[in-house]
């Protein structure tokens, strides 16, 4: 019957919610230097990870974290039947060579750094629907191969503006089964690209906050949920001025006593100079690859919905006098 | 049960096969000087289509695909659950600007010149597994976005080598439904991504050919056909270079005599200058969504495999010396 799991607007809740039965997260030196180090599986010692380039670097962090987090399962990359994955280079080019390395059939996305939960959303359906049998998702990001491409030339030592985010170099990656042990994704969200007008690139969390705020009603509202029902809505990454707009939204929207946070505002410590805090599609890859599933395992977050954004401008568009249109998708994952 | 829709190694079969009840496409002026003009929807007198930029007439022209498709069957926009769409401009801004005007929920894709494939994919799985009603999959190119993005600046009117193509200015939409008049789509194999070890940007066809073949060879391998089953097996976009390398490795690869053609060889006419053939995610999404649905509804081809094509480099990555991955995604289309 077309369309019977949808519900609502833009929700799709699944009959046989499929398990998250291992992750695996890589990151450099600076998130390493963050309050969740111990929680990821690599850490980088420097941002070349054994290449010349940085772009050839990020493309080795995104093939360790698949590889990684397929291992854990004794799987090799040929018993993966899709990788689903992202990143926020010109062409994904990380994640193409990634894919070229691994050998798997490859669907590439592009959410910005929705990423991650575009390709858990797109995953989950068609591991739900019976299609594969074992799909990964996957996203990464690179502090240097972002700073060149959206900004300026690294060497350039340019000063940012207090309101802009730092990239995250991070990969995180999702083994998604019919069944096993672990977590399970209970249903998604698709998002809407928003718009509210805003040109800032500085500023991509107050861009992209109405996004967050309108895919979590949304959910809330397709699913008849109460605000609290899940123990974090984790957002990102907005962080500390976009996610300070997101409560603002959540209290005109009605959405009452959310725990909330924003993977933006978690990733690296306040001491750490990083303006308004983390971005990049590794961002919540990594958040989620490391501390969250973890604090999932141990039982200390029960259920979790999370909620990646992206920032869909380019420099072209940005140039042009465009505004920043933005996404938001709801990944709602549960422990049984 | 878990994959219990995949067959061999890179083939999914549907059980309610997607019906594609309505498509539009949208060309600029000389793709309308070409031999298909008239089974285009509509033929642009010139780039800009009423915009200020190359940019934003890209995203007005998918735009205008899919608010065309959707009409057809007296839909609005918001009757669609899902749009999958993607474009070659980076941060595929075409596609984010026009999910943005028609407010769909809204996943993006990057396969390059494979996008049309990629999203009529994802599209018919998510529609065979009861996921969402009406999916629009779309992809687009422009050809003056295309050069001063890829290439040189346009005005420098810098001379083109003979294997290059281009870059169609198009773009196509198709609506997928669970029911209804209209060809269906069948089956879908997922490519992987292959690489050559070309490395040169202006040869395209060349780099992309055995990605072509790799997934041919995988689709009739999986679902057992013979050689000669489809119709039509129309490539994308390989270009005159590249569609010749492909009949070699038939040959190679044992496929006997497949009814073949190339939608970049197709497109234009010799006479229009266009070197090795068309290329760009428009130039598959056309020739389907003009000529061969066409073609399908007057029952001219009753069998036809779609196997777009995608180059994944980037210029950053092709100037740090990387070779040219390459992937294609077979989409098999049959009329009942």
């Known amino acids: 019957m077309p369309g019977r799991k949808k519900r609502g607007q833009q929700t799709v809740v699944f009959d046989s919610p499929p398990v998250i039965t291992a992750w695996a997260s890589v990151v450099g030196p600076k998130e390493g ?127 940012k503006a207090a309101t802009a985010q730092w990239t995250a170099t991070a990969a995180g990656a999702v083994l998604l089964e019919a069944s096993g042990s672990g977590p399970s994704i209970k249903s998604i969200t698709v998002g809407k690209v928003i718009d509210m007008g805003q040109t800032d690139q500085s500023d991509m969390g107050s861009a992209m906050a109405a996004a967050a705020a309108h895919t979590i009603k949304t959910h809330l509202s397709d699913l008849n949920l109460p605000g609290d029902y899940y123990d974090l809505i984790v957002s990102g990454d907005l962080g500390q001025i976009g996610s300070a707009i997101a409560r603002q939204l959540f209290v005109r929207d009605g959405i009452i006593s959310p725990e909330y946070s924003d993977c933006g505002v978690l990733l690296y410590d306040q001491s750490q100079t990083v303006g308004s805090g983390a971005s990049g599609c590794g961002c919540c890859a990594c958040m989620l690859c490391g501390p ?24 072209v568009t940005s140039f042009q006098g465009e505004s920043i249109p933005s996404i938001a998708h709801a990944v709602a994952i549960e422990t049984a």
């Open 292 to 315: 969250l599933l973890k604090k999932m395992q141990k039982g200390e977050i029960n259920k979790l919905l999370l909620v990646a954004t992206g920032a869909l401008m380019s420099p």
């Open 33 to 159: 230097e963050g309050p969740w180090g111990q929680d990821f599986d690599l850490v980088l010692e420097d941002y070349l990870f054994g290449e010349k380039t940085w772009e050839m670097a990020e493309h080795k962090m995104l093939r360790e974290a698949i590889t990684r987090a397929v291992d854990k399962r004794n799987f090799m990359p040929e018993d993966i039947d899709l990788l689903l994955a992202g990143d926020l280079l010109n062409q994904i080019v990380a994640s193409n060579f990634a894919a070229r390395d691994l050998e798997i059939p490859f669907l590439g996305l592009y959410g910005a750094c929705s990423t991650m939960s575009e390709g858990l959303s797109v995953g989950a359906m068609l591991m739900d629907g019976g299609y594969f049998e074992r799909i990964v998702a996957a996203a990464c990001s690179h502090h240097y191969t972002a700073e060149r491409q959206y900004r300026f030339p690294t060497e350039q030592g340019v000063q």
